[in-house]
């Protein structure tokens, strides 16, 4: 997405729709991303590229987002933040999607601001749960951010949840309380509205 600079202020457009977003590199993107969030995601997916290469990962925090209007109503509030935990595998299941790519990272952070769902987790003080929607291998899915709300910053904890979710089911865990469910959540997972979604999602799987 970019900010298009019109009469009523920036609006992101999302250039895939128009055909651009193929000619541009996720560099590129990258830094378009930053300019506008006044954030340093592209020395998180550095960190993320040093992982691959096996390297040793720096310590301290990256500076990869701010939280917009619909977060804020719930409390979240401040600079998105991640460290080099939140690429830890051993935190996450065995399954290889929660190993976000870099294109797929920068997608669910154009996205979080709009989020899906927003839910309390395990009745953590600070934690929350915030669903995204991403097309990850061809197919439509949820991207679930386990965050932890501190002080003036946000910190992105770690890829709890990576498939197509049924959200008519969620709140009805006793591990989740939901805060915030978008209007018509259910079209946006498990392939309910085909115009939407053509092609079906990665199958449901638990929390």
Request: contains cysteine; proline residues 2%; hydrophobic residues 30%.
């Amino acid at each position: 997405m970019v900010c298009w600079k019109g009469w009523g202020g920036c609006r992101f457009v999302d250039l895939r729709l128009m055909g651009m977003e193929e000619s541009r590199s996720i560099d590129e993107q990258i830094r378009e991303y930053d300019k506008l969030n006044s954030s340093n995601l592209a020395g998180f997916i550095e960190m993320l590229r040093m992982k691959k290469r096996g390297e040793n990962l720096p310590l301290g925090f990256f500076h990869i987002g701010k939280t917009g209007s619909i977060l804020n109503q719930f409390g979240i509030s401040g600079d998105l933040t991640a460290n080099k935990y939140v690429l830890d595998g051993r935190r996450h299941s065995k399954d290889d999607l929660h190993n976000l790519s870099e294109e797929e990272w920068l997608e669910t952070l154009e996205n979080i601001n709009d989020p899906i769902a927003i839910s309390r987790y395990r009745e953590r003080k600070n934690g929350y749960r915030i669903y995204t929607q991403n097309r990850i291998k061809g197919k439509n899915v949820c991207v679930g951010l386990d965050i932890n709300s501190i002080g003036r910053n946000v910190c992105v904890a770690k890829v709890s949840t990576v498939f197509g979710r049924d959200l008519r089911k969620l709140g009805k865990s006793s591990t989740e309380k939901v805060l915030y469910k978008k209007e018509a959540a259910e079209e946006f997972s498990s392939g309910h509205n085909p115009q939407i979604y053509p092609q079906s999602p990665i199958s449901d799987a638990k929390v």
